[in-house]
């Protein structure tokens, strides 16, 4: 069986799974209250069921340090980086300055990972826009990529490329292939359940990315008379039963991370309470309707 072949079976599939996903749930640094120290931030995210985090870059080595000690107090493992420079300075742009810019920003990130002893950092590959066609956005950005790859590899951190709003991607056959074509273990994919509603399901993606998949995002989203918005888990149009079913049946075991608004500590509570609903099988997330 070739590598991509292997990628794309399901891991454990099974025709109707039960019971809980081995799936740990996390949380952004973001969502927690920016009132409180990190120290008190972390906890709050442990008090209310989380076990892992994601945190965004940070230049500051003594800020970054500070963020290692609060979650390892806390006894909160912090999984993946979320990279900060790929949105204002992508890889896929015609300005060697502007890819400096992004390369550097994918380095900080690298080494924030190896300092908190996460495994993965997330990264927006490119952006489509009027400067920028799509050929040139698939060819600019995984040539970039491959500069990054010694460094990666050096660290043994895997590169998540994730499926945003950018234009790019725009579909699970595309983005398997996009995966594919570097041919290395250091570059998988980081997906997103809520961002792919407004144009396909969730569940098929999963699916079609199989073992591809590294990290998940969870959120939901609704599209109702001509609105599209994020709303809260099990408000929206997620089929949350179909989407446990696909995670169970690829075998995903990685975590599943928050990326919503942030809020008090009764608001995560709840939105632990939500994930576990997921995790369980995908009814009732909401607590009410099912979701």
């Known amino acids: 069986m070739r590598r991509r072949e292997f990628l794309a079976f399901p891991l454990a599939a099974a025709a109707s ?23 008190e931030r972390c906890r709050l995210a442990r008090e209310a069921g989380f076990e892992e985090m994601e945190v965004g ?55 924030n990972a190896r300092l908190w002893g996460a495994d993965v950092v997330l990264l927006v590959p490119a952006v489509v826009n009027a400067e920028t066609g799509y050929r040139q956005a698939w060819e600019r950005s995984q040539r970039q990529i491959r500069r990054l790859l010694p460094l990666a590899e050096k660290y043994r951190i895997v ?11 725009l579909s699970p056959l595309e983005f398997a292939r996009y995966v594919d074509e570097f041919e290395s273990p250091w570059v998988r994919a980081y997906f997103d359940v809520g961002n792919v509603v407004l144009f396909g399901f969730p569940e098929d993606w999963i699916r079609t990315l199989g073992g ?15 609105v599209a918005e994020f709303v809260n888990l099990g408000e929206g149009d997620v089929n949350w039963p179909a989407v446990y079913q696909a995670l169970a049946e690829i075998g995903y075991k990685g975590p599943a991370t928050l990326e919503l608004p942030g809020g008090d500590a009764e608001y995560l509570k709840d939105l632990s309470r939500r994930v576990d609903r997921i995790l369980e ?3 009732n997330v909401s607590g009410g309707a099912t979701g």
């Open 159 to 169: 590169i998540a490329v994730e499926n945003v709003w950018n234009k790019f991607l």
């Open 57 to 111: 870059t940070v230049e500051d080595p003594a800020e970054a340090t500070e963020i290692k000690k609060a979650a390892e107090a806390a006894g909160l493992r912090i999984h993946s980086v979320m990279n900060q420079a790929h949105w204002k300075y992508p890889l896929s742009s015609a300005d060697p300055a502007v890819v400096e810019q992004s390369i550097k920003g994918m380095e900080t990130s690298l080494e």
């Open 17 to 39: 799974a039960t019971g809980r996903l081995p799936i740990r749930k996390g949380i952004l640094l973001s969502m927690l209250p920016r009132n409180l120290s990190y120290a």
């Open 281 to 283: 099988g995908g009814r």
């Open 212 to 226: 591809r998949i590294v990290r998940v995002h969870l959120k939901d989203f609704r599209f109702r008379k001509r």
